[in-house]
């Protein structure tokens, strides 16, 4: 099973985070699908991310999370977000990290993403509506997209790490 205590110090764990962090980048700033009716996109950073905590455990979700998504806000328009992106997909990737990377319980990793996923949206409304003053029925209008964007990448991460689980063990943990 792969080792959900990761210690963060240990050179092949900071390339973890180093890899999975780059690909929550690309994942979130280059594949990306506009949504016309608020000038945002969906993007599918969120299976990086959950992928990452699902099978090395809270701290590496969390920090994939955080670094991944903030890189790719900073270099893009929507820098102002970047320090809400940090915080809110750091906790996002952590708390999935927490509730699904025990042990190979699909229930587990379901709940974990809905959790996680929930965090993002809630956090997302409330930094739109408090810190960028956007209207709350305008904020609404995103919230669907960030359902779907957590639901497609939890899809995506529950198929694969499956998949990837056997593999990872054989090759990092014999």
Do not use: C, H
């Amino acid at each position: 099973m792969v080792n959900t205590l990761i210690k963060i110090k240990d050179p092949k764990n900071i390339g973890i985070v180093a890899v999975f962090s780059a690909l929550a980048f690309v994942a979130t700033r280059f594949i990306q699908i506009p949504i016309l009716q608020t000038g945002g996109y969906l993007n599918f950073g969120e299976a990086i991310i959950y992928i990452s905590a699902i099978l090395f455990g809270s701290t590496v979700g969390g920090l994939v999370g955080a670094i991944g998504p903030a890189l790719a806000d900073i270099t893009s328009p929507y820098a102002a977000f970047a320090p809400f992106t940090l915080i809110i997909k750091g906790i996002e990737g952590f708390i999935v990290g927490k509730i699904s990377s025990k042990d190979d319980n699909k229930l587990k990793r379901i709940l974990g993403v809905l959790t996680g996923g929930s965090i993002m949206v809630v956090g997302y409304y409330l930094v739109e509506i408090s810190i960028f003053l956007i209207p709350p029925a305008i904020a609404l209008v995103e919230v669907p997209f960030n359902i779907i964007q957590f639901i497609v990448g939890g899809i995506i991460a529950i198929i694969l790490t499956d998949r990837l689980k056997k593999s990872i063990d054989r090759i990092m943990y014999r």
